[in-house]
């Protein structure tokens, strides 16, 4: 899970790939449904995007292995104030980078996160840690919608997003296609801007450097628990 091997595959070769019960194969299922409900011209806009983004790639800027994370203040979902270096373990943290509780694919993830990869990494002595712009009720109902027993975070103003190379906003296509359905990105971020962050996973080991980086510059895939778990245990052979 270099940022070499970042994953900037289309979602149609990722779908047709995708093991059963993988985050790929959800990601398939919800698409068809949500196709079907808003329409062929919003489901272009949105995958209009989604090329884009692949197209672009991932920013020179994003954070490579070997890097030390910043020091960094989070809310958690109560609004009190969190030292990022509190909640990193000695063993190692695997840190998630989401857009909010109001992104689907962002939902299945977590979700996906809970049920498979954190009892992997419990037995491995990792902790587990996602981190988004939302405001901490927004974290309090992705919490909630998705039954999450690890550690959720905000990061108001992307501040820490920001120092990784990682921030981005959706299109001007993508935001109007969002009034088109009711929503807007500013209402949910802790800030009121329309910034989020590229989906993506770190593994950090004890010290705090970033072991491992995989960037999704399409919002639609994430990284597989299984590729997670591939990093993590690279990094405790290692260490």
Same mark, same amino acid.
Request: proline fraction near 5%; charge should be negative.
């Given at each position: 899970?270099?940022?070499?091997?970042?994953?900037?595959?289309?979602?149609?070769?990722?779908?047709?790939?995708?093991?059963?019960?993988?985050?790929?194969?959800?990601?398939?299922?919800?698409?068809?449904?949500?196709?079907?409900?808003?329409?062929?011209?919003?489901?272009?806009?949105?995958?209009?995007?989604?090329?884009?983004?692949?197209?672009?790639? =991932?920013?020179?800027?994003?954070?490579?292995?070997?890097?030390?994370?910043?020091?960094?203040?989070?809310?958690?979902?109560?609004?009190?104030?969190? +030292?990022?270096?509190? =909640?990193?373990?000695?063993?190692?943290?695997?840190?998630?980078?989401?857009?909010?509780?109001?992104?689907?694919?962002?939902?299945?993830?977590?979700?996906?996160?809970?049920?498979?990869?954190?009892?992997?990494?419990?037995?491995?002595? =990792?902790?587990?840690? +996602?981190?988004?712009?939302?405001?901490?009720?927004?974290?309090?109902?992705?919490?909630?919608?998705?039954?999450?027993?690890?550690? =959720?975070?905000?990061?108001?103003?992307? #501040?820490?997003?920001?120092?990784?190379?990682?921030?981005?906003?959706?299109?001007?296509?993508?935001?109007?296609?969002?009034?088109?359905?009711?929503?807007?990105?500013? *209402?949910?971020?802790?800030?009121?801007?329309?910034? #989020?962050?590229?989906?993506?996973?770190?593994?950090?080991?004890?010290?705090?450097?970033?072991?491992?980086?995989? #960037?999704?510059?399409?919002?639609?895939?994430?990284?597989?628990? +299984? *590729?997670?778990?591939?990093?993590? *245990?690279?990094?405790?052979?290692?260490?």
């Amino acid at each position: 899970m270099s940022t070499e091997q970042t994953n900037t595959s289309t979602r149609t070769s990722a779908s047709d790939a995708a093991a059963p019960g993988s985050i790929a194969e959800q990601v398939r299922g919800f698409d068809e449904g949500f196709s079907a409900q808003i329409g062929p011209e919003l489901t272009a806009t949105f995958a209009g995007e989604q090329a884009d983004l692949r197209a672009a790639g =991932v920013p020179a800027t994003a954070v490579t292995e070997g890097t030390p994370l910043p020091d960094a203040r989070l809310l958690d979902p109560t609004g009190v104030e969190v +030292a990022l270096a509190d =909640v990193l373990g000695d063993s190692g943290t695997v840190l998630v980078f989401y857009r909010g509780a109001w992104c689907p694919y962002c939902n299945i993830t977590l979700r996906t996160y809970q049920q498979e990869l954190l009892p992997a990494l419990r037995e491995r002595g =990792v902790g587990l840690v +996602a981190i988004s712009p939302q405001t901490p009720d927004g974290s309090e109902r992705a919490v909630e919608g998705g039954e999450l027993e690890f550690t =959720v975070l905000s990061d108001r103003g992307n #501040v820490l997003v920001r120092q990784l190379g990682l921030l981005t906003e959706p299109s001007a296509e993508a935001q109007e296609a969002h009034g088109r359905l009711g929503f807007d990105v500013a *209402d949910s971020n802790a800030d009121a801007t329309r910034e #989020v962050p590229y989906p993506t996973v770190l593994v950090v080991d004890g010290d705090g450097v970033v072991r491992s980086v995989d #960037v999704h510059v399409d919002y639609t895939t994430r990284t597989e628990v +299984a *590729d997670v778990l591939t990093a993590v *245990d690279a990094l405790r052979t290692t260490a």
